[in-house]
């Protein structure tokens, strides 16, 4: 049987996730220490994606890096520069020291020679309630030229894990359905760490890409979900987080109250939000401030709601915080119009003070 977490905001996925796994997690060991592992698969179901901002102190999740890396996969990056202005640990993660093999952005939209966004939305357009609106990012081709670049050779991402490459993707297939007149989306994930992974990053890129397909194509957005296949905790890596059992289901009995933070209830009410993107017809307008924004030179103005009061108020919070002037960090989040955005970058930063 599968395990469901069905949830209104990600603070109380985590929660119920955490105490799923004290209840039924079995301890193993693993390529990367131990594991509390769940004994079957989860799928977890997010209601409204839109509720994507952790904010547990206890947690202590970076706003500055979940909400610049999904920017980052919008735009079909794969250099590890940009995201390790914001995470420096991502440089572990790349083999080469310049790219990211397994960069999801990159793979929507450049890897396999075409944009799959593109094409997605296109299918989705013309008959939405589709069935064969698949996005891959796992790539099983080996040794083959590439069509659109007969330099490259492809090596398939089993091969790439067998000879020790340090990143293949974890989540390797979404799939887009329309029911009763909403755009659902389901991502299968081949191993998921609860922590940094499902109710971490994930949460966050990926309801972006469901809310920037559902813009594109006119549906409504309905419900995201992410299939788990081996869902799991690590009880080494988060000494300062997880210790064990006892210090988890402190963690959770703190997450399952953070939702007072982000407005009235966890259905999101009482919360100002900033759409990613206001219409299809802005789309032009979006990428050109999207690509201005991955040169991160901080212009006076962007186009698009979106940066200009959420994406560009937030680097200049970050940026002030890494040169040391933590009241100019604070003093640029108030002008953060998205309060849950605002609330988590200024729950990070005080933090950060004390």
Known sequence: MIRNVSA???NTALSVGLFDLINFGIEQESRNGRVLVSPRPVV???????????????RDANPFFHLFESLWMLAGRNDVEFVAKFAGNMRSFSDDGNTLWGAYGYRWRNFFG???LVEIVGELKRNPT???AVLSMWNGMEGVAAAWDPGLDMQSDLGRAIDGGKDVPCNTHAYFDTIDGKLNMTVCCRSNDVIWGAYGANAVHFSFLLEYISVLTGIPMGVYRQFSLNYHIYLDLYPK???????????????????????????GAGLVRVPLLATPEKLGEWDNDLQAFMDLDLPDDYETPFFNNVALPMLRAWSAYKEGDSDAAMNYTQNIWASDWRIAAQNWLTKRRK
């Open 114 to 116: 075409y944009d799959q």
């Open 44 to 58: 977890t179901t997010y209601y409204r994606p839109l509720n994507r901002v952790l904010v547990n102190n206890d």
């Open 8 to 10: 209104y905001s990600v």
């Open 130 to 132: 589709t069935r064969r």
């Open 241 to 267: 987080i997880v210790s064990g059992k006892e210090s988890m289901e402190k963690l959770a009995r703190s997450v399952e109250k953070s939702d007072i933070y982000m407005g009235d209830n966890a259905m």
